[in-house]
Every structure is written in C-alpha cells, then in structure tokens.
C-alpha cells in the first residue's frame, strides 16, 4: 500500500468547500487520473458549486450544467467565454467584441453574462475561489487558458448565502486539470471563408505525480486576427446594412468643410473645396452634399485582434496523511487591438476655429467654424492585461465522536496591471497652434506664427482643415511631420488586487434517521483594491478623446457562513429521499456596512426515477470601486430632448424650456450641429458621468422549482425541466439622460436642472448624470433539458443532448415622460430572446466521431425610427401606441469531424456556422457598434486541430 492509503483517497471527497473540487478528480476522465487516484473512483460524497457540503448526490438539489473537457473540445471553440455564451441561459456579451468604439478598463476582456442580469451579477470562480475583478466588477475569463480547463460547472441559481457578493444571477466555477499524467500537445488553426480572422492556438500540457504529490502545468499561446467592417456587408455601408447605403453616414467628413453661415444652426450652409480647386480660393469652394459624406465603418474593426500567453501550474503534496498542501498559480498576458475612423473633429466643440490669420484661410481677416474628420490618423488602442494568480493552502481530515470532519484553511492573491495604448486623438494643445495664425516663409513652406514671430517648425506644423484626404498640398494632414505634431500617444495604466484568507469546516454533526446531518461553516477575509488612471491629456481635457479622471478606491470585508444539510425522510413509499438545505452568510463591508443572506432548498424524490427540487436565495451586489470612486468620464449620447419641437410629446414653450433660453420651434441639434430627423438622436458634445460613494448594495430574490426523470423504462434517458423567477431591488444603475429632462422639463422639478447647460442655439452643450439605485427589473422563464444516451448499436454510440430556456419574462422598471412607472424592458428586445435552444448529436464508432449542434434565437423586435421598416406596427407598450421592427428566428450550424490516430493522436476538422448564416439587420445595433446583434456568428470558421499524447 502507497503512502496515499484508500482511507486517505475516499477523505478526499470530503475535502471542504475552497479546494475539495481540485481535488476530486473522478469526474475528470480516466485519461487524467494519476494510478495512485484510482482508488477515489469509489467516492460516494462529492462537493459541487453552490453547496460547501459534500453528499451522494449533492449535484440535484440546484440547477446545475457540467461541461466536461470532452464536450468543450467537440465545439470548436477556442476560449471558456465562447463556450459559455453558447450556453441557451447565456445573456447578450457585456461588452461584445463588435462594440468597436467601447474604451476604459473593461474593453479587450471576455465576460459572461447568465439570465441577461448583467456579467457582474455572475460571480467567476477558479477552483472554488474568485477570479480578479476589474474596478467595475467585471470578471475576464480570457485569462484562464483553455488547455489547463478540466471542466466548467454553470450553478443557475443566486448563491450570495455561499459565495457572498455578485452571485445574483448564478456562478460560474471554471475546475482546471490536476494530477495529469504524461504530456499533450494541441495546435489549432482556424479563419472565415471570407479568408480573414485568422485564429491559431497552440498549447502544452504536461504532467507528473509520486507516491506523495504531483504537479501539472499548462502553457499555451493564441492569436486571432481582427475583422474589418468593410469586409461584412451588414457592417459595410453604414448603420442601417446595405439596403440603406449611407444612412450611416456623417457630415464630418474627410472633405473637410467649413460653415457660411453658421446660425442660425438650422440654416447653416457648410462648403467644401472642390476637386481640383485651390484650397485658399474662396470661390473654389462648394456646397457639402451627402455624397461627400463620410461612411465611418471603411476604417472601423468589426471585431478586435487578440493575443494571448497563459502559463498555469497546479502543485499537490500529502505532507501527510491527514494533511494536504495544494497550490495554484497563473501568469497571462493578453493584448487586445482596436480601430476605428478618424475622429469627427469639429472645431466649435473645443473653440479652435481655423484662425482669421492662418495661411489656408480662403477668406483672410474672417476665423472660419470648420469640421473635418481625421481620416488619416484612425484611431487605435492596444490593451494590454497582465494576470498574477497564486491560490494556496493546507486541508486536512480528523474524526470527532466517530463522525468524519474536513478543515481547509487558504490564501488567495490575484493582480491584474492594465496598459493601454492609445493614438489617433488629437491633442488640443497642438491643434490650437496649428489652426493659429500661419504664413508661406521665403521657402515656400508653411510655418505656425507671423513674419515677425515666427514659430520654428519642430515646436509647430501649421495645418489645413479644409484640404480634403488624398490631396496634397502645404498643411496635408498626411504630412508624416504634421501627425507627429498633432497625435501624441496617449497611455492609460491601472491594476486590481484581489486578496482572500479563507478558513472552512465541515462534516458530520450526528445521524438522523433518514441519513447524516451535514454541515459546513466558515469565515472569509477580503480585501479589494484597484486603480485606473487614464493619461495626463484624457484628464486635463486636452484631447480629442472622452474625458476621464482616475478611478481609486479600496475596501475591504468580514464574512461567516453556515450551511446545514437536514435529511427528513428517506427509502418511504413516496419519499425515497427529502432534504433540505438551509444557508446564511453575515458579511461586514468597510465601506457600507453589513448585510445577511439567506438560502433555502429541498430534494423530494417520491420515485427512484423522479426527483423534485426548488431553492429561495436572498442575494446582493456591493458596489464596486468604480461605481463608488470612479473618476469623471465623458461620451457621446442618444437622447430625446423634450424641448425640441420634433420630439414626440414636445414641451418646446413651456416655462421651463423658455427659461433655459429654448427658442419657440427649437429643433434638437446633433452630429455636426445638424438638426436630428431621426430620434434618440446622438448629442455633438460630450456629457459628463460619475460614480455616487454614497451608493448601496442590490439586493434580489431568486427562486427555482424543478424536476428530474430519469425513467427506468428507456435507459440513458434523463429529462430536467426548472422554473426561475429573479427579481432585483436597488439595481445601480446611470441616471438616464431622458430620464433627467423629463424630470427637469416635463416634470418641472428644478433641481434636476442643475446639471444641463444649453448653448446659445438652444442645444444641450454639456449634461452631468451619474449613478444611482434607481433601477428595477423581474425575469422568469424555464430551462428544459433532455439527454439520450442510445444503447450502443452497430452502427456506433449516438447520444444527443437538447437544452432550451424559454423567458417568459424580462421586466425592466423606468418611467414614461408622463413620469409615470412603465416597463421598458421586454421579452423580445434586442438581445432578450424569448427561445433560445442548442440540440447536440454526437456519433462514435471505433476511432471516428462525428458531432452536430444547431443553435436556436427566436425572433426580436426594436423601435421603429424614421426612414425604417416597420412590421409590427398594433403592439402597445409603455402605455402609448408604440410600432416595432420585428425579426426573424435564427439558427447556426456546427459540426466537427475527429479521428484517434494509432500514434495517439486526435484530428479534428470543423467548422461553426457551416452553412454561413448571418442574421438580420438590426438598426439599434445591439452589443454591437454595427447593425446587427453583437451575440451573432460573423461568418463561417473553419478550423483543424491535432493533439499529440505523450
């Protein structure tokens, strides 16, 4: 006998709740079971997420879905997050990698998002512990490399009375690869038919164990190419797809143009040079008609670029044989690239009018209001994301009064650093010089300054507004010497900290009856800190950028739990099993104070075949350092102005519009000062957010009630059918821009006033609006889960695997411009599916396989707006006549194609979306900067991967 006796192996299913699951390595598959583990194939206890006590059938009493190596590997998926949001419970991407024009800290991760209640209301774990947050509260799961993944256990249910903060929506707990035996190589290649997007992926796992211990490391490497949005016809021709060529285009436009009159801003007539003309010759000059527009998306990324480098080692020790050391460590690099057009400069955002005195100015003695977009310099930005991970601790095993008891105590220590890179803004600074006063010295060449003071030409370039792209001539913003001068590189640098101490127990406290009572408690420390400081230029304003201030702030918190597993009946007719489960967890915040949650769960099993389960868990989400210490940011809104006469419900004359300095008549104003035909309509200014220190926790209810049939008369059946209701109070949330000017001038309550400033035309030239527990919102809905596993027929193993969830309803609480409270979220909106369903077959024969998954989106709807079809037009909703645009149902299709060599080998050929289905055109472009849902295949990926055993 080893030193690792078989009492010593059936312990480890008792192992408490913070390491017990990296050390249960039964469900990992025989491949990776060390010989000295064989003997934990006997487990009878198990812990699974969402419950700190192990039992015989622990994983029925929650919603839960498992997926195992194997069944990742058959999708063809090259990261965690991809999977998962193929998952039928899976909410629209937090910030999907078609939102081209996302920035700050989050933008470049991948998040996961369950019930569509929002990616930080789905806690991330790795191996039980908490995955680093960002300062908002958002979990990247890029940073967990696929090849050290064992399997991926997605609880559905609220666990705050387990895990504590954020698991609202459900948890997430990614289990890695312990004792691996031996090494295994994988390579995968893969790109779109359309020949772009370019994904390889190369790993090495290997691993060794003894009598004592083991270690197992994975190193892996992936890149994917970017996707230019020319390059899809959806994302081609502007915001409305390619039956409406140009809709999306704008004003500002790589013409140049500048304005003759200006106001009044309804009026204003804008003139652009002619081709061939001279650019300081007034009469050479020409209206700007739309052809001259500029259609953004030719120089915007449909998807980013990424690149990433994982390194994870996994380290186990029986220093005896009651005591077991176990360490996991981390290190990932990932990059992200971005791109997006020039930046839409207009001059009378920033007060830089092209000087009266500058060489280019076809009209001397006049300073000329201008607007060109900055073609030649796209925007880029390059996040970079370094992780450090170390989780560690002792676990052990004592009997007390002849009950078994498990102990653990640990530590968790998780940094990330963020870099970005940013070029393509113009700096302010610079810009005013440029446009200043200029002259052609005695060498022909334009120089910032006059005659009697110039300025040398290393401390200014004089620049020409009004000279179109591609046309050269003295201040060419293609000038090599003029970019450098006017585009500075701008860095952003942060990083969050994340550090744990956890001590747990749990076992036995005496027998009952029906069976042991279990039970689990114990006490977390921790602490989070984070900081996010954007470049001097972003803070001071002095860029064509957004605007932001550093976000820094930390706390800390005290947390004791207690679980108790009551068995009530058990082996009766009609009650084979009845357990209930009871939780709470107490948890102390520095920052707000303390809060208890509590959750309450049962297992009826009137059958052997049928079991009956429901939960009720209390949860809450503490505010995050960004919502509490968060730094000012900018950006570019849609809106509704109540006082512009176009407006649905215009209040345009009412005191409180005339009081603003509203004209009668005013029309809302926006890109390029133009007057809006279309509502919401995107502000030419930047308006101002900020985070609240004096925000609360969100507090929810979650409940499920559920049944599982496993009939005895069809063997390798088993059917799941579970109800969820979730409901969320005290949800943080940004004040809606409407939301303030209904308040404001609809409403008449002045002190929401304080923060809107109008221009002399009337426009909103600047609005504050920051967070607040305002928000509210319901779901309910049904998962239905059937797998089949066929006897094994001559022609092979087939097993198919139907899961759907059905969302009968997503009520989000607001008001209408009555101020009256409405619903205005629904089942059917953007991203909000009413069906989703994934139905899997797999076939296996000997050395072949075959795998097929259809993946099922039932129809949306959006907004009808001006100029756009709409479908729909007798439903009512926000008790107003309200037409909508209603979609189809979509459907993708993937399938791999895997032979096992006699080398050892796997070859795998697939391709996702191999029918290369592109979904429809969505003018609200949801989770997307483009017309079309951000969750949706771009195309067809064909791929090739080969692993090598060892």
Known sequence: MTYRSSRSAIRHGLLPASIAIALVPVIAGAQETAPAAQDTATLDRIEVTGSRIRGTQMETQQPIITLTRQEIEKQGFTSVADVLQNLTSAGSPQISRSEALSSGENTGGYYIDIRNLGAARTLILMNGKRLGATTSGLQDLSQIPMSAIDRVEVLKDGASAIYGSDAIAGVVNVITRKRFEGAEATAYVGQYSEGDGETQQFSFVTGSNGERGGMTLAVEYYKQDPVFARDRDFSAAGNAGPDYPGSGSSPVSQNGSFCDPCSPSSAARWWTLRPGGNPTVRADYILHTADKNANANEQMLLTTGLERRSVFANANYDVTENIKFNADVLYNHRSTDQQSAGYPYQSGSFGTPLSADSAFNPTPGTALTFRRRLWEVPRTTKSELETYRFAGGLSGFFELAGNAWDWDVGALMNRNNVTKSQHGDASLIASRRALGPSFINADGIAQCGTVASPIALDKCRPWNPLLPHGVDGPGSLSDPDLQAFLFPYYTDTGYTRTTSYTANMAGTLFELPAGDLGVAFGYEHRQERGRFAPDAFRQSGESTGLGSKTTQGEYSLDEFYLELNIPILADMPFAKELTVNVAGRYSDYSNFGDTTNGKFGFTWRPLDELLVRGTFAEGFRAPTIDDLYGGLSSSFESYTDPCGSGAVNSVNGNAACTSAGVPLNYVQLGQGLVPCTTYPCQTPDQFVNGANPALLPETSKSRTAGLVWSPRWVQGLDISLDWYKYTIENMIIQDDVDRILRDCYVLGNSSRCAGIV?????????????????????????????????????????????????????????????????????????????????????????????????????????????????????????????????????????????????????????????????????????????????????????????????
């Open 758 to 950: 109008r221009a002399a035309d009337g426009h909103i030239s600047s609005l504050f609006y920051g967070l607040a527990n305002l928000g509210e919102m319901e779901t309910e809905g049904y998962d239905l889960g059937v797998k089949y596993r066929l006897p094994e027929l001559s022609i092979g193993k087939v097993s198919l695997d139907w899961q759907t969830s059905y969302t009968s309803k997503y009520d989000e609480a607001g008001q209408n411009a009555a101020g009256k409270d409405v619903i205005i979220g629904r089942v059917g909106d953007e991203g909000i599916f009413r069906v989703r369903s994934n139905m899997g077959v797999n076939w296996e024969k000997n050395n072949f396989s075959v795998s097929y998954m259809a993946r099922y989106y039932s129809g949306m709807t959006e907004q009808c707006v001006t100029n756009r079809p709409c479908n729909d037009p007798d439903r009512i909703a926000n008790d107003e006549p309200a037409a909508l645009r209603r979609t189809g149902s979509n459907t993708f299709h993937d399938v791999q194609f895997s032979w096992k060599a006699p080398w050892d080998a796997t070859v795998a050929i697939g391709a996702n979306n191999v029918f290369d289905h592109q979904g429809p055109i969505m003018f609200t472009a949801p989770d997307s900067a483009f017309p079309y849902y951000g969750g949706f295949d771009i195309g067809r990926v064909v791929y090739l991967k080969y692993q090598q055993r060892f």
